[in-house]
């Protein structure tokens, strides 16, 4: 537990600097130099697939631009927080990286309002990616009429990852998804009559709250989900109250030892066979590529139970910073990570799927290959627990309020916990 609130500590001091530098305006509005010599690009990929994937648009990076220098400055830990904390460090020191790695979407509103950001919408144009980004993904980067990041991907996080052998020996068919979440949790009965001890792996909290995430977007559908981020959905609704109930008995099929442990964990017990099922995003792809194990035989994936139609969104996208000492270098980096090639490197080595729409998907395995059609074709949603749906405040307190309903299991002091987040975030 000492982890999970260290982890929701350390994005509250991220916040929380962030609102401090706003009103400062030591560097508001500064230009950077344009200098392309060099690129200091600030990351949490410095392990595992997410370093597999970094290295791989750093290789096509210097081929596109052999006369940048790459400076990788990835700060390892707590599934980005630490390096959260770091960055709002140095941005409150005036001592900006060239770009920094975020969540697309909401994630972003502390920095642009702190002043942080510049305004991409040229580099948009320059580069005509308004005419290879689909218009779903545009509109999530926009705000109020301006784009300050760049995605290199896009993830779905709606996605159960399942050991096929399990279920094949339980008597259940790992390719046929349960209709909804009371189907499936029959399904984890079965299991556990099969000797099957850990149905479904948990990791640290903000797998908690993506499991969360995933439960209320089955029970309240797209439409209503999305209402939980701008009020026209009440946390203290009945719907949410049958959510956090199906959560709750979720969470009883659940390892109880997940709290502090990293997400390839949760991902490596159904590798291995100690679990059953994980919800995660299409970044374990490439953890159960590493550990040499075959798609449609070893596993499969389908979506949440209850979210079948709905692509629940988000994306690893990159700034360009205000007072940034090589805005030239930083601009070749965008250009390289927006590129074709750049996006093929990554997503190739990544799991999740590019942002283009002029990829072609016969260039990617299967389950990408259906994650490119997902996306094209279903409701899109914003992740909560990925910075996509809220920002970094809200968040902390959802995250805050599910790192303690997991050790209490207090569904009412949860639903009240939601509600005054809901509440204080938009100020009703």
């Known amino acids: 537990m000492r982890k999970a609130l260290a982890a929701v500590a350390g994005l509250a001091v991220a916040g929380l600097v962030l609102a401090g530098c706003s009103g400062s305006g030591d560097n508001g509005g500064a230009k950077g130099s344009d200098d392309d010599s ?27 631009h052999p006369d940048t220098e790459f400076i990788n400055a990835a700060v390892a830990g707590g599934a980005g927080s630490n390096a959260k904390n770091a960055l709002a460090s140095r941005l409150k020191a005036n001592n900006p990286p060239d770009s920094f790695q975020a969540h697309a979407g909401a994630e972003l509103t502390d920095y642009i309002e702190a002043d942080k950001l510049e305004d991409l919408s040229s580099f948009y144009e320059d580069n005509g990616l308004n005419d290879v980004f689909p218009e779903t993904l545009l509109d999530r980067l926009t705000v109020d009429g301006k784009i300050y990041s760049v995605p ?10 399942v050991n096929t052998s399990l279920l094949s020996d339980a008597g259940i068919d790992p390719k046929s998804a349960p209709a909804d979440l009371d189907a499936w949790m029959a399904d984890m009965d079965k299991l556990k009559a099969a000797g099957v001890q850990t149905p479904l792996s948990v990791a640290t909290d903000w797998t908690q709250v993506q499991l969360f995430e995933n439960v209320l977007l089955s029970v309240l559908g797209a439409e209503d989900y999305q209402g939980l981020w701008d ?41 291995d066979g100690t679990a059953a099922y994980n919800v995660m995003g299409d970044w374990a792809l490439a953890e159960f590529d590493a550990k040499g194990k075959t798609y449609g035989t070893d596993y499969t994936t389908w979506p949440t139970p209850g979210t079948e139609g709905m692509f629940d969104f988000l994306a690893d996208s990159f700034t360009l910073t205000v007072g940034a000492p090589h805005a030239g270098g930083a601009k070749n980096w965008l250009k390289t990570i927006s590129s074709a090639e750049g996006q093929k490197a990554f997503n190739l080595a990544k799991g999740s799927i590019p942002a283009r729409t002029d990829a072609d998907p016969a260039d990617y395995p299967e389950y990408q290959q259906g994650a490119i059609k997902s996306f094209s074709e279903d409701t899109v949603v914003s992740s909560l627990a990925h910075g996509a749906a809220v920002k970094v405040s809200w968040l902390n307190d959802i995250t805050s309020a599910i790192g303690q309903f997991v050790s209490t299991q207090d569904g009412d002091t949860l639903q009240d916990a939601l509600a005054q987040a809901q509440s204080k975030a938009l100020g009703k």
């Open 152 to 161: 290199s991907n896009i993830h779905r996080a709606n996605v159960v990852w």
């Open 231 to 271: 009020g026209s959905t009440k946390f203290d609704s009945d719907e949410v109250t049958k959510a956090i109930d199906a959560y709750t008995k979720l969470l009883s099929y659940a390892n109880t030892d997940g709290t502090g442990q990293d997400w390839p964990v949760a991902t490596d017990m159904v590798i």
């Open 38 to 64: 060099k690129v200091e690009v600030f990351t949490w990929w410095a392990a595992g697939s997410e370093k597999a994937g970094l290295d791989a648009l750093v290789k096509v990076f210097n081929e596109q």
